[in-house]
């Protein structure tokens, strides 16, 4: 390292003293803190998104946001040059950056990883960063300390493209990379024209003046309110409504939100009894999570949920039957036989009617850890991968060879068979392919999806929500001495750590019929999550309740002194 980059990085890290006492981790979706204490932590990721940019020679993105935490909150992390989520083995470098006590300290770090990692690092070899940010107040000034971190070290430079949800900013590193325009109004256009082609194509022609049409959006008074503002006077077939978009005085993720509504089942603020079986949608505070719900007849808070599992069984159930149609009917005629895998990933998380409807669908389902990233790289593995969080965190995968496939079905079908069933299923499924998200979950394109399939089908949402019906389920959190003593297996499914803990709760789910239960360590709060399920709403809560107590007995406060 050259001794003029040396001494910038010196001088330029001294302006941002780490917080004294407080030690901070890359976790499951990047550094998250209280605003006031960020400082420091992003000015580093600024640093950390160069030598990506450096290593990878590609586009990344740095995304400012705290997701669906409280307003005060902020956070940070990296786009790697897919679009996805900066690589794992990243991730300790990120802790070790993000920790170093002093200047001098930091520098060592850099040097020493730069070394190992063979970063070009000469000033020759330029960096490019794309940055964005939600609408928290503190989004600005952390900003400005990512574009210092940043321009420490020579030949990077940063584009600071705004406020964008954060699914935006992950399709435009994506773009970027790829050479396509990675513009704002880009990926507008791109998802509102697919909507347009999937909508041209349902079958007795879009009925836009069915009451249905509608569907009323809370926005979480976040970017997503913001930017569906926008969105949806681009679109053709679908009225939007949207409320919480942030315009008015109520507070991002106050009682408003796709977490909120998922967790605590009830409605969010500015809905309630005047919308009884309307079509309700709930955005996340960054836009990466959508959840369904409408209101009951006999209800003013409490909400008919219709979960991220259930977005997935929607968009499983419309793939698998284009699918069909492009593969069983006239197949033999065609020259382009391709057996397209179809498969579809969860958590344990997933409410087990879920799974149950999915594999009576026919179709392969596997399990990863909870985290974007690892549902990512497993759906990843399939032609068309579908993954969801039930928490409503997800999207579909399609593969460069399915594409190619689709693609060459469609060439093929245009000549010999224009307007057939066929070319049909293939012109959806490659809108399809367009619509949604190829680098991460995103819950406007989601949006735009659920509301075309559900007019392709001609359903409610009271009909897409009796796809099966949820088994009652219980999440209860449990503070502990040291959320890591847990360490789990099979998709955390299984707790090896500590010993014996694991056989006690098999003891108590052997009292349940249909019982369920496992624990984990929150990779986003310090607790411990004990989930449980069951046939009826009271064994759920009895069965998570005793294992809470396990939780307790084995790491709580009260044998902390043993
Ligand atoms: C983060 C993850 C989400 C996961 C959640 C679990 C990303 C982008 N987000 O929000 O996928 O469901 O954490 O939180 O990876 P927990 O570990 O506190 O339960
Ligand atoms: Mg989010």
Same mark, same amino acid.
């Given at each position: 390292m050259k001794e003029e980059q040396s001494s910038l990085l010196l001088k330029s890290s001294s302006l941002f003293p780490p917080p004294q006492g407080v030690k901070v981790s890359y976790g499951t979706a990047g550094f998250r803190a209280d605003a006031s204490i960020l400082k420091s932590t992003v000015y580093r990721v600024g640093i950390l998104a160069a030598l990506r940019s450096l290593k990878t020679r590609s586009v990344v993105g740095l995304m400012i946001t705290a997701s669906h935490n409280k307003v005060t909150d902020n956070g940070v992390k990296i786009v790697d040059p897919s679009g996805g989520m900066l690589s794992q083995e990243w991730e300790p470098f990120a802790d070790q950056l993000a920790n170093a006590p002093t200047p001098e300290?930091?520098?060592?770090?850099?040097?020493?990883f730069v070394e190992k990692e063979k970063i070009p690092f000469d000033g020759v070899q330029s960096a490019e960063i794309l940055l964005g940010r939600d609408t928290r107040p503190s989004g600005e000034s952390l900003l400005e300390a990512a574009k210092q971190g940043i321009s420490s070290i020579f030949g990077?430079?940063?584009?600071?493209?705004?406020?964008?949800?954060?699914?935006?900013?992950?399709?435009?590193v994506r773009a970027r990379n790829k050479g396509i325009t990675a513009t704002e109004p880009a990926y507008f256009e791109q998802i509102s024209s697919s909507f347009r082609c999937l909508i041209d194509l349902i079958p007795n022609g879009a009925k836009i003046n069915k009451p249905d049409s509608t569907v009323v959006v809370d926005g979480a008074d976040g970017v997503g309110g913001e930017k569906l503002e926008v969105l949806k006077n681009m679109l053709t077939g679908l009225v939007i409504e949207v409320r919480n978009s942030g315009k008015g005085d109520g507070l991002l993720n106050d009682g408003v939100g796709a977490d909120y509504v998922q967790k605590e089942k009830v409605v969010p603020r500015g809905f309630g009894s005047h919308d009884i079986g309307l079509r309700c949608a709930s955005l996340d505070g960054d836009a990466d999570r959508l959840v369904y719900f409408s209101v009951p007849a006999d209800s003013s808070s409490k909400i008919d949920l219709v979960d991220g599992d259930k977005i997935l069984s929607l968009f499983a159930l419309f793939i698998k039957e284009q699918l069909n149609i492009l593969t069983k009917e006239g197949n033999e005629k065609s020259n382009n036989n391709f057996e397209a895998h179809l498969g579809v990933v969860q958590t344990a998380y997933a409410n087990g009617a879920s799974t149950n409807y999915l594999k009576q669908l026919g179709l392969e389902v596997i399990f990863t850890p909870t985290g974007v990233k690892h549902l990512h790289e497993k759906a990843a593995q399939f032609d068309i991968g579908i993954y969801f969080e039930a928490n409503g965190h997800g999207t579909i995968l399609f593969s460069e060879s399915v594409l190619s496939w689709l693609e060459a079905r469609h060439n093929e079908l245009t000549s010999v068979s224009e307007g057939s069933e066929q070319q049909k299923a293939a012109i959806r499924l490659l809108a399809v392919s367009k619509l949604i998200n190829q680098a991460v979950g995103d819950a406007l394109s989601c949006l735009l999806l659920v509301e075309a399939i559900l007019q392709h089908?001609?359903? %409610?949402?009271?009909?897409?929500? *009796?796809?099966?019906?949820?088994?009652?389920?219980?999440?209860? !959190?449990?503070?502990?001495?040291?959320?890591?003593?847990?360490?789990?297996?099979?998709?955390?499914?299984?707790?090896? %750590?500590?010993?014996?803990?694991? *056989?006690?709760?098999?003891?108590?789910?052997?009292?349940?019929? !249909?019982?369920?239960c496992f624990i984990r360590p929150s990779g986003t709060e310090d607790v411990v999550r004990v989930y449980a399920e069951a046939a009826t709403q009271e064994a759920a809560d009895n069965l998570a309740n005793s294992v809470a107590k396990l939780v307790d007995r084995f790491l709580g406060f009260g044998s902390s002194g043993q």
């Amino acid at each position: 390292m050259k001794e003029e980059q040396s001494s910038l990085l010196l001088k330029s890290s001294s302006l941002f003293p780490p917080p004294q006492g407080v030690k901070v981790s890359y976790g499951t979706a990047g550094f998250r803190a209280d605003a006031s204490i960020l400082k420091s932590t992003v000015y580093r990721v600024g640093i950390l998104a160069a030598l990506r940019s450096l290593k990878t020679r590609s586009v990344v993105g740095l995304m400012i946001t705290a997701s669906h935490n409280k307003v005060t909150d902020n956070g940070v992390k990296i786009v790697d040059p897919s679009g996805g989520m900066l690589s794992q083995e990243w991730e300790p470098f990120a802790d070790q950056l993000a920790n170093a006590p002093t200047p001098e300290a930091l520098l060592s770090i850099i040097r020493e990883f730069v070394e190992k990692e063979k970063i070009p690092f000469d000033g020759v070899q330029s960096a490019e960063i794309l940055l964005g940010r939600d609408t928290r107040p503190s989004g600005e000034s952390l900003l400005e300390a990512a574009k210092q971190g940043i321009s420490s070290i020579f030949g990077a430079i940063a584009l600071d493209l705004g406020i964008l949800t954060t699914p935006q900013l992950h399709w435009m590193v994506r773009a970027r990379n790829k050479g396509i325009t990675a513009t704002e109004p880009a990926y507008f256009e791109q998802i509102s024209s697919s909507f347009r082609c999937l909508i041209d194509l349902i079958p007795n022609g879009a009925k836009i003046n069915k009451p249905d049409s509608t569907v009323v959006v809370d926005g979480a008074d976040g970017v997503g309110g913001e930017k569906l503002e926008v969105l949806k006077n681009m679109l053709t077939g679908l009225v939007i409504e949207v409320r919480n978009s942030g315009k008015g005085d109520g507070l991002l993720n106050d009682g408003v939100g796709a977490d909120y509504v998922q967790k605590e089942k009830v409605v969010p603020r500015g809905f309630g009894s005047h919308d009884i079986g309307l079509r309700c949608a709930s955005l996340d505070g960054d836009a990466d999570r959508l959840v369904y719900f409408s209101v009951p007849a006999d209800s003013s808070s409490k909400i008919d949920l219709v979960d991220g599992d259930k977005i997935l069984s929607l968009f499983a159930l419309f793939i698998k039957e284009q699918l069909n149609i492009l593969t069983k009917e006239g197949n033999e005629k065609s020259n382009n036989n391709f057996e397209a895998h179809l498969g579809v990933v969860q958590t344990a998380y997933a409410n087990g009617a879920s799974t149950n409807y999915l594999k009576q669908l026919g179709l392969e389902v596997i399990f990863t850890p909870t985290g974007v990233k690892h549902l990512h790289e497993k759906a990843a593995q399939f032609d068309i991968g579908i993954y969801f969080e039930a928490n409503g965190h997800g999207t579909i995968l399609f593969s460069e060879s399915v594409l190619s496939w689709l693609e060459a079905r469609h060439n093929e079908l245009t000549s010999v068979s224009e307007g057939s069933e066929q070319q049909k299923a293939a012109i959806r499924l490659l809108a399809v392919s367009k619509l949604i998200n190829q680098a991460v979950g995103d819950a406007l394109s989601c949006l735009l999806l659920v509301e075309a399939i559900l007019q392709h089908m001609d359903w %409610s949402i009271h009909k897409w929500s *009796e796809l099966y019906q949820d088994l009652p389920s219980r999440q209860l !959190k449990v503070k502990v001495v040291d959320r890591t003593a847990i360490v789990t297996t099979n998709a955390e499914t299984v707790a090896v %750590s500590p010993p014996g803990i694991q *056989e006690a709760i098999d003891a108590e789910i052997a009292k349940y019929p !249909k019982g369920r239960c496992f624990i984990r360590p929150s990779g986003t709060e310090d607790v411990v999550r004990v989930y449980a399920e069951a046939a009826t709403q009271e064994a759920a809560d009895n069965l998570a309740n005793s294992v809470a107590k396990l939780v307790d007995r084995f790491l709580g406060f009260g044998s902390s002194g043993q």
